[in-house]
């Protein structure tokens, strides 16, 4: 069964159910992001490091703290993006089973399938999307540089002016994104808030306030001349 036909299937159950599945839909497609991401960007880093050469700096001296550099940015990049994409490898699986038996536990209103590992999804979609990337950006300048600067060193600064011009706007977007995600995501927490606070006054007020059903009285009348 597809997302679309399991959505339309619910589709008549209570807001509540529905707001569950929607967000176990919307943490799946968070993973598949994650999963093709991460495979990608790892990959590519992989191919560059061993496909980088220093064969033609046979007479250039060694820069020990760019080659330093650029091995621990290296390193982290392909580690950040196999974390997220074991993340991704382990949770979409169980994911996918919970959205399959959704009529098992649609009609529990308390049940909360995965709440558990909603932070390992946040961690691996933030890794994922947000560092991985500036790391990748950071480390395709250090491989321009370490390729070109022993050629044409004008070109290797060129180069690295046109990556901070794309870096900014990349990290005033992925900045301005996720504030404003996590203010959305609160402002949902507080209105879920009010409701429940709103809920519990509302009873509250019931049960101190009883409603006294009125009791009709007969009264009997005895004739005293009977």
């Known amino acids: 069964m597809s997302d679309?036909?399991?959505y339309l299937s619910t589709k008549g159950k209570t807001g509540k159910a529905d707001q569950r599945l929607q967000n176990l839909f919307y943490r799946k497609s968070k993973l598949e992001s994650v999963n093709e991401t991460s495979a990608l960007l790892s990959g590519f880093a992989i191919v560059a490091i061993v496909e980088l050469s220093l064969d033609s700096y046979k007479d250039h001296s060694s820069n020990d703290n760019l080659l330093?550099?650029?091995a621990i940015i290296s390193c982290l990049l392909v580690g950040i993006h196999l974390l997220a994409l074991l993340m991704?490898?382990?949770?979409l699986p169980e994911l996918k089973s919970v959205i399959r038996q959704s009529d098992v536990w649609i009609?529990?209103?308390n049940s909360k399938p995965l709440s558990s590992l909603n932070i390992y999804i946040e961690i691996a979609w933030v890794v994922s999307t947000g560092l991985g990337l500036f790391l990748f950006i950071i480390e395709l300048g250090i491989i321009i540089w370490i390729k070109v600067s022993g050629f044409s060193r004008l070109a290797a600064i060129s180069a690295l002016v046109t990556l901070c011009l794309v870096g900014c706007p990349f990290i005033?977007?992925?900045i301005g994104f996720y504030f404003r995600v996590t203010r959305a995501k609160v402002h949902l927490h507080q209105?879920?808030?009010?409701?429940?606070?709103q809920g519990a006054i509302a009873r509250?007020?019931?049960?101190?306030?009883p409603v006294v059903t009125p009791t009709t009285t007969v009264e009997f009348h005895i004739d005293g001349n009977h």
């Open 191 to 197: 209105t879920d808030l009010e409701k429940i606070e």
């Open 107 to 109: 009609n529990n209103e």
């Open 68 to 70: 330093v550099c650029y």
């Open 88 to 91: 991704s490898m382990c949770i």
């Open 172 to 174: 005033l977007f992925a």
């Open 4 to 6: 679309s036909s399991l």
């Open 204 to 209: 509250g007020l019931l049960l101190n306030n």
